[in-house]
């Protein structure tokens, strides 16, 4: 069992910056890969960033690359997303998720668990 919760999400300009964390917890913790999926109201969830737990390299969406950073702390107790140059097009509800492999694009397979999710609003 392994249970995620998400904070930072909030209301920013185009061109501004938000970190988004995720304090992850529960026993099986070291089993998944941990990583950021957003949805769009009425569109189908995409990932964003991840981490895999077998060699701590991270993967990103293309559009994100250059400007969204993902890390963590040394035991993946608690996995950050910082998110610069945001663009209208960013504006998605994120969810912190752990599934079975982080995807060199950024997508998450086989995701087991979710957090409840942040709404990220990027306004002009």
């Known amino acids: 069992e392994v249970q995620l919760v998400e904070s930072g999400g909030g209301l920013v300009q185009a061109g501004g910056s938000l970190r988004l964390s995720c304090v992850a917890s529960?026993?099986?913790?070291?089993?998944?890969?941990i990583g950021w999926i957003r949805q769009v109201p009425g569109k189908h969830r995409e990932g964003v960033s991840c981490?895999?737990?077998?060699?701590?390299?991270?993967h990103y969406k293309d559009s994100v690359k250059g400007r969204f950073t993902i890390s963590s702390d040394n035991f993946k107790t608690t996995v950050y997303l910082q998110m610069n140059s945001l663009e209208l097009e960013d504006t998605a509800v994120y969810y912190c998720?752990?599934?079975?492999?982080?995807?060199?694009?950024?997508?998450?397979?086989?995701?087991?668990?979710w957090g409840n999710g942040t709404l990220v609003t990027v306004s002009s």
């Open positions: 998720a752990a599934a079975i492999l982080c995807g060199t694009t950024g997508s998450m397979y086989d995701t087991h668990y």
């Open positions: 529960g026993s099986s913790l070291a089993d998944y890969d």
């Open positions: 981490i895999r737990s077998s060699d701590d390299s991270t």
